[in-house]
Structures are given as C-alpha cells and as structure tokens.
C-alpha cells in the first residue's frame, strides 16, 4: 500500500514569490495534517483537517498561509508570498481518525524542503 | 519554551555501547510516542505508550512511561549503526487532540 506522498520534494524560491505544496494521504485516511518542521527541531502543526473539514488552524499564519482539502482527499498548502523565515521542511501526514486509540495512528510523508532566498 | 524537552541534543557513540534519551515535562500526557526520523524522510513512529509507568519493549530498544505521565526514556542496548537518526518524542496532553513533539536527540553510531 502506498504511504503518505508529497510533492515537490524541494522547493527554492526568491522571497515574496509563492509556493504551493501537495499531499495525497493514504488511502481511507479521514484525517490530514500539515506540519512545519525547522531545522533541529521537531514538526510543529499548522492544520488538522477531518475530511474536508479545518479543525485546528490555530497555528496557521492565516496572512500568508492557506490550505485546502477539496473533496476530503489530497490537500495543497500555500504561502503567498514567502520570507525568509518560511524556508523549512513541510511534513504532511495522515491517520485514520483523530478520536485516540490505534486508529488515530500518523503517518508522514517524507516532506517538502523549501528554501527561501 | 519547548513543552517537550528531550536531553541530550546530540548523542555521538561508538557501536556496541549502550545509551538512554529522555523526554520531560511539566504537563500529563494522556499519551507518548516515540519516532525515528531519517535524512529526507517524515518521523516513523516506533511506540505508544499510554499508561504510567508502561514498559515496551522493541528489539533492542526499551520505552519506559514515567509514573505520572509526565516523562519518558529510550534505551538502546548495543547500538548499531542502523540507529542512527534524529529521535522525536511527541504526546497528546490530556484532554487535547493535537500531538506535540519535542525538539529531537539526533543520535549517531560510530562503526
């Protein structure tokens, strides 16, 4: 079965231009998630979907960053227009449910390497 | 302030040796899990433990849960190059869904 996939798998632009990130989770897979991780630190999450529902954006910098799950599947994340500061690794990851228990399981693709010149 | 604080940051030993990473907070978590992360690749997740003072046990690799929920540790028996990886602790504090991660021991094993 096929994991978690992401695309690109890097990503350099010059600063103000806009970038778009995509992910398809696992199949059966109601949940998403769109994490931020820093270099020599760990994911930090920026959205929880459930289907095509945001359930947690709060650490979403809403004047830059968007997201969008149409249909409750594949998801695309946005930053319009980058800084500096965005240029991290973008993890998407996916689980059966968010409710506990096994199913809420996450599994993680392998990432979006952005570099922000 | 990380609400995960793992320690040490960077572990550098030679194969054969045994270590242990740890995870603390001042928060109960109503769970905690463990993930290896390679170069260029998400967090694999490794463990769940969910009950205080929980023990699991994976090849050569010992989880230990704290009593109140709030700490945990990994053990490495006879590490082997094949360890090497940046180690994730992350939990769910009680009554909230969202996982949080700690900032990471990356561990090297030295043939």
């Known amino acids: 079965e096929a994991g978690v996939v992401q695309s690109p798998r890097y990503k350099i632009i010059e600063k103000k231009q806009p970038v778009a990130f995509w992910c398809n989770p696992i199949s059966g897979h109601n949940t998403l998630y769109w994490y931020r991780q820093n270099l020599g630190q760990g994911p930090e999450l920026l959205i929880r979907?459930?289907?095509?529902?945001?359930?947690?954006d709060s650490q979403l910098p809403k004047d830059r960053f968007s997201a969008e799950r149409l249909k409750g599947v594949d998801s695309t994340l946005k930053i319009q227009p980058a800084e500096l500061g965005d240029s991290a690794v973008y993890l998407c990851a996916s689980s059966l449910t968010a409710t506990g228990g096994w199913a809420d399981t996450q599994y993680f693709g392998p990432g979006t390497r952005l570099t922000v010149l | 302030t990380q609400l995960l604080e793992q320690s040490p940051q960077f572990l550098s030993i030679q194969e054969g040796e045994n270590l242990t990473v740890y995870c603390n907070s001042s928060?109960?978590?109503?769970?905690l899990q463990w993930y290896r992360q390679e170069p260029g690749e998400g967090p694999v997740l490794l463990v769940t433990?969910?009950?205080?003072?929980e023990v699991k046990k994976l090849k050569r690799l010992t989880f230990q849960f704290g009593d109140a929920r709030k700490d945990s540790s990994l053990h490495i028996t006879a590490a082997q190059p094949g360890d090497t990886g940046l180690y994730l602790c992350?939990?769910?504090?009680?009554?909230?869904?969202?996982?949080?991660f700690g900032q990471g021991t990356r561990l090297t094993i030295n043939p």
């Open positions: 992350a939990g769910k504090i009680q009554g909230a869904q969202k996982l949080v």
């Open positions: 433990v969910v009950t205080g003072g």
């Open positions: 928060s109960v978590f109503s769970s």
């Open positions: 979907y459930e289907n095509e529902e945001a359930v947690d």
